[in-house]
């Protein structure tokens, strides 16, 4: 028979069980959306909004990633989605990264602007329409972004590769050239002794010339 403090052990049992699983689904939702992400934009990989103080990030930062730390849950894909939510945090903590990401994101704007013939008191701009029209739009200014920036990448390092090359060159060139001083410096005694050599020779020469009948 069943004692009412068995039965109110249970209850606790069943009670944290669900407590559990209920932590457990909050952070596989969390680990999700991480990953969904847009993961050149770092507020959306935080889940922000542009604009937010320094302390805002710090603090978003420290409550995401105790929930989703790897060791504090069984999903395979928390390492994954922890290394993003760093990155993401490394990022706004960068001064020039975060302004170039305003500057992207405030370029989004004007062109959806632009393109609409707004102003920007327009009324649109308030709707949650434009909100996701924005977001797409930064998107799309931030992948041209990154293809400008992956081929100024390219044209640098091919722009060294042919500076490395030419001062590889230039080096073997003068290795070439002190090799050669080298071999002409240690043969220098053979040749003098091969000149002289043949200065005897023609000196001898000279001396058993016959001379003339008269």
């Avoid at 069980?17 to 992400?37: M, P």
């Avoid at 930062?61 to 939510?85: C, G, Q």
């Avoid at 001083?181 to 000196?203: H, L, M, P, V, Y």
Wanted: with cysteine.
């Amino acid at each position: 028979m069943t004692t009412k403090v068995e039965k109110a052990d249970d209850e606790i049992d069943a009670f944290e069980a669900l407590e559990s699983e209920e932590k457990e689904f909050v952070k596989d939702a969390e680990i999700d959306r991480i990953l969904k992400a847009f993961r050149l934009d770092a507020y959306a990989v935080l889940d922000l909004q542009p604009g937010v103080p320094e302390s805002d990030i710090k603090k978003c930062y420290r409550v995401k990633s105790l929930l989703i730390h790897p060791d504090k849950t069984r999903n395979e894909r928390a390492p994954e989605a922890f290394d993003r939510l760093k990155k993401a945090q490394t990022e706004l903590m960068d001064e020039k990264h975060r302004e170039r990401l305003d500057e992207a994101i405030a370029d989004a704007r004007m062109l959806l602007i632009r393109e609409n013939k707004w102003t920007v008191d327009s009324p649109e701009l308030k709707t949650e329409k434009f909100a996701r029209d924005w977001r797409e739009k930064t998107k799309m200014v931030l992948i041209d972004n990154e293809h400008r920036r992956r081929r100024q990448l390219k044209a640098q390092m091919q722009e060294e590769g042919r500076e490395q090359k030419k001062a590889e060159e230039e080096l073997e060139a003068r290795k070439r050239k002190r090799e050669h001083e080298q071999d002409w410096e240690n043969t220098r005694e053979q040749r003098i002794g091969s000149w002289r050599e043949f200065q005897k020779g023609a000196e001898k020469k000279k001396k058993k010339k016959p001379k003339p009948l008269g």
